[in-house]
């Protein structure tokens, strides 16, 4: 049996809503989830990366996805809010590159792109990018982590926020 991740995929294997594992060569790997922008006018701009970038300050941005062809598919992930980390709501904060907010029961993440669109809003349940003028209501948390479960309990993937290094 095999731990911490589900299996090893091709990239005509990866699935929208899924995180993975990958590299750009040599030592630095990410953590990825595989979006899809509905919206978009080029099949090129069609399905994305989000990454979670733990050398860079723990940013969050979406991109194409690197030229590696090897993904580690993890096990399902959920996003943990640090609670006393609520940093505000709708009426009180500007939405910004790397902020994490929760509308509904949705975690959102505000990432940054490289293609000068400034950022785009991901719902990392669904892997969709959003019209972050739709959400309703939503709150935003400081410091939060992706975790998945294992059978000797919650394990943690990378966290961000306030109080990272």
Request: one cysteine or more.
């Amino acid at each position: 049996m095999i731990r911490g991740i589900s299996r090893v995929v091709s990239a005509d294997q990866l699935e929208v809503g899924r995180f993975y594992l990958t590299s750009f060569g040599g030592d630095e790997s990410f953590i990825i989830q595989c979006v899809e922008n509905e919206r978009a006018t080029e099949d090129r701009d069609r399905i994305l990366a989000l990454y979670f970038d733990r050398i860079n300050e723990n940013r969050l941005f979406v991109g194409g996805f690197p030229g590696t062809n090897v993904f580690a598919e993890l096990l399902p992930v959920a996003v943990r809010v640090d609670p006393p980390s609520f940093s505000g709501t709708q009426f009180s904060t500007n939405l910004r590159k790397d902020l994490l907010i929760v509308a509904g029961n949705e975690p959102i993440a505000i990432a940054g792109t490289g293609r000068g669109w400034g950022w785009a809003a991901v719902n990392m349940f669904t892997g969709k990018i959003v019209n972050a003028n739709e959400l309703g209501a939503w709150v935003s948390f400081a410091s939060w982590s992706l975790v998945y479960d294992d059978d000797e309990g919650e394990i943690e993937i990378i966290s961000f926020g306030d109080d990272q290094e």
